[in-house]
């Protein structure tokens, strides 16, 4: 069983930046394991937003984030990041971890909620 927490989430103006933190209780982080990012907005379905996976450091993003977001992974604290650079009103959201063993690997379905393992969530607010 993989427990993940996030943190760093608060509230921000538009322009603004803010750093999420996912810490993992296994080594799952520097294993062989995806990582991602999704988020899930009042009346909306969850999303998508970052993955990586650890074994060759390649990550990828979902279109409404590219050049602003960017995911990173600390292996010796088990730990991955998402730092959110200009930020919108739009990216409002509560914002979950995932961790899954190989479905970033499934480019047609890695950005979608079918991730194994979910952390509970830190809430982002943007206002304008």
């Known amino acids: 069983q993989v427990q993940l927490v996030e943190s760093g989430g608060g509230s921000v103006q538009a322009g603004g930046s803010l750093r999420l933190s996912c810490a993992a209780s296994r080594n799952t982080v520097s294993s062989t394991y995806c990582m991602g990012w999704f988020r899930q907005a009042p009346g909306k379905e969850r999303e998508g937003v970052a993955g990586?996976?650890?074994?060759?450091?390649?990550?990828y993003y979902a279109d409404s984030v590219k050049g602003r977001f960017a995911i990173s992974r600390d292996n010796a604290k088990n730990t991955v990041y998402l730092q959110m650079n200009s930020l919108k009103p739009e990216d409002t959201a509560m914002y979950y971890c995932a961790a899954d063993s190989a479905i970033c690997l499934r480019p047609l379905v890695r950005l979608d909620p079918l991730w194994d393992y979910w952390g509970q969530g830190t809430q982002v607010t943007v206002s304008s």
């Open positions: 990586i996976y650890s074994a060759i450091s390649s990550a």
